[in-house]
């Protein structure tokens, strides 16, 4: 079965600690996407990319990086930079970018201890 | 102001009952028009995806866009419980690299 596989489900950071999180897709998309998701904000683009080894920043960029080594995988990490990571972090990937629809995961919810 | 504006709701409604989820925007440069279904802790899934304007029907929904007004609309006809969820518009411009999403519409269909 196709998809996109993110893990962990749930993740905790301690304080001034870096986390990864992981995105998986065997859809072969060229495009991917990592998105947080807050109560009553809807989804705000973090990073994407387009091709392999190219990304580009969103609307919410600072505290996180992100690598694009493979075309099947997107991690994302959230360093200890971001000082309000507790949130639902969402993956999505599409055929090409831009006005193609996007298929997402299931989320990892991260939390702070 | 937002490019994308979305009632969060919440919206409940009996079941069986037509139900109307709208999104305004303000970018005419939008031609892609999508519409995700959202259940509590998953993530968003595709229902319907138009370009410009018209109505798409898929079963017991039917997406509606008018360019003119800036203003897309889901209908739900004969609404089950298994239709609570949050509902998310999205948009696209032609040339874009990426999605506009609303906030979503978070809805309930009571037994």
């Known amino acids: 079965d196709g998809g996109i596989t993110q893990s962990p489900k749930y993740l905790f950071r301690k304080e001034g600690q870096n986390v990864t999180l992981s995105c998986e897709q065997n859809?072969?998309?060229?495009?991917m996407y990592w998105y947080r998701q807050d109560p009553g904000q809807g989804l705000r683009l973090i990073y994407y990319s387009q091709i392999v080894n190219d990304f580009q920043k969103g609307d919410i960029a600072e505290g996180y990086s992100v690598s694009r080594e493979k075309k099947e995988s997107f991690p994302l990490t959230v360093t200890s930079a971001q000082k309000n990571p507790t949130a639902f972090y969402l993956c999505?990937?599409?055929?090409?970018?831009?006005?193609?629809?996007?298929?997402f995961g299931d989320g990892t919810r991260l939390s702070i201890l | 102001q937002k490019e994308v504006e979305q009632d969060p709701g919440p919206l409940s409604v009996p079941e069986g009952a037509i139900v109307s989820l709208n999104c305004t925007y303000s970018?005419?440069?939008?031609?892609?028009f999508m519409w995700y279904r959202q259940y509590s802790r998953k993530g968003p899934e595709l229902l319907m995806y138009t370009y410009s304007s018209g109505n798409k029907e898929d079963g017991r929904f039917t997406a509606q866009v008018d360019k003119s007004s800036k203003y897309i609309s889901l209908f739900i006809r004969d609404s089950q419980p298994s239709d609570s969820a949050t509902y998310l518009c999205a948009m696209a411009e032609t040339s874009g690299s990426r999605l506009t999403f609303g906030e979503g519409t978070q809805l309930t269909v009571n037994p």
């Open positions: 999505a990937s599409s055929v090409t970018g831009g006005s193609q629809p996007q298929h």
């Open positions: 970018n005419s440069a939008f031609q892609y």
């Open positions: 859809l072969n998309h060229d495009a």
